[in-house]
């Protein structure tokens, strides 16, 4: 198949284009600049220049494609309804990348204990709810004629990268404090990068047409995140603060949606419809002696030649909160 992926330069979309590449697909990839072109066609992609608000680049490239995988951001509900209404009647697959954070839950680091499959009748807080919204238009429009999947990752890591965790490790270096909300027994699920790109493979050659996954391997206390990026970057412990301090440290949405909230979801439709097997390693170890110790720690031993490398903007891309 040839595939059409936005964010294809993203951390997202860099894994997942790899790994339909790996698969024996061609891949296309949206992005804006020539130095970002270069990148894609160093890793055989071809790519497309523009941007979500490109909406005759976006009707073409997709209708030009077998498959549309939107990788880039959850929250730009224009270019969504351009896809579909590109797409409407073709029988193409169209997969949305939403995230767990439609069930964000604003409980300011205190522990909810409901965990979300996705048959689960959901009242989203505001902040996420045009992002549940789109999710709802998308798989609706899988009686049109698409062939719509809805993804929904939860907090993603691996290779010393991520959405969440680069903030708050370079929040926790450039301040010297490490903070988590409250009792900081609030939780997210997670998954791992690599298991992540292996269910949108999964996904575009299974999923059935109007179908939404939520997709985690484990989850992590958002406290002892905190504390063990603070033994990352040689602080003694993290600290427990009050959402107006996070809110300075971090930004308001930043500590809503997902650092003193819940996001718990279970994803046993995955394992089951899709045949996904998620084996990458546990959060908590990656975070503190694995990907992010390569890339992130402290250089406080002198037998550490482990060095921080906090303005790598490099490891930022799109993501899914």
Same mark, same amino acid.
């Given at each position: 198949?040839?595939?059409?992926?936005?964010? !294809?330069?993203?951390?997202?979309?860099?894994?997942?284009?790899?790994?339909?590449?790996?698969?024996?697909?061609?891949?296309?990839?949206?992005? @804006?600049?020539?130095?970002?072109?270069?990148?894609?066609?160093?890793?055989?992609?071809?790519?497309?220049? $523009?941007?979500?608000?490109? %909406?005759?680049?976006?009707?073409?490239?997709?209708?030009?494609?077998?498959?549309?995988?939107?990788?880039?951001?959850?929250?730009?509900?224009?270019?969504?309804?351009?896809?579909?209404?590109?797409?409407?009647?073709?029988?193409?697959?169209?997969?949305?990348?939403?995230?767990?954070?439609?069930?964000?839950?604003?409980?300011?680091?205190?522990?909810?204990?409901?965990?979300?499959?996705?048959?689960?009748?959901?009242?989203?807080?505001?902040?996420?709810?045009?992002?549940?919204?789109?999710?709802?238009?998308?798989?609706?429009?899988?009686?049109?004629?698409?062939?719509?999947?809805?993804? =929904?990752?939860?907090?993603?890591?691996?290779?010393?990268?991520?959405?969440? /965790?680069?903030?708050?490790?370079?929040?926790?270096?450039?301040?010297? @404090?490490?903070?988590?909300?409250?009792?900081?027994?609030?939780?997210?699920?997670?998954?791992?990068?690599?298991?992540?790109?292996?269910?949108?493979?999964?996904?575009?050659?299974?999923?059935?047409? $109007?179908?939404?996954?939520? /997709? !985690?391997?484990?989850?992590?206390?958002?406290?002892?995140?905190?504390?063990?990026?603070?033994?990352?970057?040689?602080?003694?412990? *993290?600290?427990?603060?009050?959402?107006?301090?996070?809110?300075?440290?971090?930004?308001?949405?930043?500590?809503?949606?997902?650092?003193?909230?819940?996001?718990?979801?279970?994803?046993?439709? *995955?394992?089951?419809?899709? $045949?996904?097997?998620?084996?990458?390693?546990? /959060?908590?170890?990656?975070? $503190?002696?694995?990907?992010?110790? =390569?890339?992130?720690?402290?250089?406080?031993?002198?037998?550490?030649?482990?060095?921080?490398?906090?303005?790598?903007?490099? /490891?930022?891309? %799109?993501?899914?909160?």
């Amino acid at each position: 198949m040839h595939i059409f992926v936005t964010g !294809a330069t993203g951390y997202i979309g860099q894994a997942v284009s790899q790994r339909f590449l790996q698969a024996g697909h061609s891949v296309s990839g949206l992005v @804006r600049s020539e130095s970002g072109a270069k990148a894609l066609r160093a890793r055989d992609i071809n790519p497309v220049l $523009g941007g979500l608000d490109d %909406a005759t680049t976006l009707r073409e490239a997709a209708l030009a494609a077998d498959a549309v995988v939107d990788t880039a951001t959850a929250d730009h509900a224009d270019s969504t309804q351009v896809f579909l209404s590109a797409l409407e009647g073709t029988g193409k697959k169209f997969i949305r990348t939403s995230g767990t954070g439609v069930y964000t839950d604003l409980a300011q680091g205190e522990l909810n204990q409901t965990v979300f499959t996705e048959d689960v009748v959901h009242d989203p807080a505001e902040i996420v709810a045009t992002r549940y919204s789109t999710d709802q238009a998308v798989t609706e429009a899988s009686g049109r004629g698409i062939h719509t999947v809805v993804l =929904r990752p939860s907090m993603i890591f691996g290779d010393g990268a991520s959405e969440q /965790l680069p903030l708050l490790i370079r929040q926790a270096i450039t301040s010297g @404090r490490s903070l988590y909300v409250g009792r900081g027994d609030n939780r997210w699920s997670n998954v791992y990068i690599s298991d992540l790109a292996e269910a949108y493979l999964l996904a575009l050659e299974n999923a059935p047409a $109007g179908s939404v996954y939520n /997709l !985690a391997s484990g989850e992590a206390r958002m406290g002892d995140i905190a504390e063990t990026i603070a033994r990352l970057v040689g602080l003694e412990s *993290a600290e427990s603060c009050p959402p107006e301090v996070a809110y300075e440290a971090l930004g308001q949405r930043w500590v809503d949606v997902a650092i003193s909230s819940n996001s718990r979801v279970d994803s046993a439709k *995955a394992r089951a419809e899709l $045949g996904w097997n998620p084996v990458g390693p546990d /959060l908590l170890d990656d975070l $503190g002696t694995g990907s992010y110790k =390569r890339i992130w720690a402290y250089k406080g031993d002198p037998h550490d030649h482990v060095q921080a490398v906090a303005g790598d903007d490099t /490891l930022q891309g %799109a993501g899914s909160l």
